[in-house]
């Protein structure tokens, strides 16, 4: 599967906005966000056009490179928020947060989103005792997601779990930090979803 393989920190000076690609290094000094102003390249101080089209398609991006998606399978995320019932773009934000990588990035089995979904395509992720290697497996209420037991004790899960202890918790997700085992306890509503995403700029830009 296609993914970005370029310097990360520039997507957040590029969005204008700690987008927390690298982990705990984002809350750091080190952080591209705190060193540098305006937007990555020669011309990121350059004085900046302003139009709906942009400000929708920027609104995208932010969401797109949050989640750590290509854009197939972010559209394919809207696509099937069209299909339901309720409002399509809190239906797509409930989509990306029920990714399984999401949720182990959520349970603070992995540091970000991107080793998150390394610990999944390995093989380290079981849910309901059944190891998963799809990142895209979306989790249902009551479903138990955990580290399979020889991966419990590595450096970087426990790293992960030690750096994310502080971290709010998802209030639709319980973990057993002993146990490493986390449950899905309701779906995701749009107050439990901590993000500055604009979903309705995303609705309009996709339904031009």
């Known amino acids: 599967m296609a993914r970005y393989c370029g310097a990360v920190c520039r997507l957040c000076r590029r969005e204008g906005e700690k987008l927390f690609l690298k982990g705990e290094r984002c809350f750091t000094s080190k952080c591209a966000m705190e060193k540098r102003q305006g937007g990555p390249g020669q011309h990121g101080k350059g004085r900046q056009s302003t139009s709906d089209y942009k400000v929708q398609l920027r ?9 750590g998606l290509t854009e197939h399978a972010f559209r394919r995320c809207y696509d099937e928020a069209t299909q339901k019932k309720g409002v399509t773009g809190t239906e797509m934000l409930v989509n990306l947060e029920r990714r399984l990588d999401n949720c182990v ?85 749009r107050e439990q979803i901590p993000s500055s995403i604009n979903e309705q700029l995303v609705v309009e830009l996709y339904s031009r």
């Open 59 to 67: 609104a995208k991006q932010k969401a797109k490179r949050m989640y």
């Open 105 to 189: 990035f959520r349970l603070g089995f992995g540091i970000s989103r991107a080793q998150s979904r390394q610990l999944v395509s390995h093989g380290h992720i079981l849910v309901n005792g059944h190891k998963v290697t799809i990142p895209s497996y979306s989790v249902s209420v009551g479903d138990v997601v955990e580290v399979v037991e020889a991966k419990r004790n590595s450096v970087v899960v426990k790293g992960s779990i030690e750096a994310t202890a502080a971290r709010p918790g998802a209030g639709w997700l319980v973990l057993d930090r002993e146990t490493l085992k986390g449950s899905v306890i309701s779906l995701p509503t």
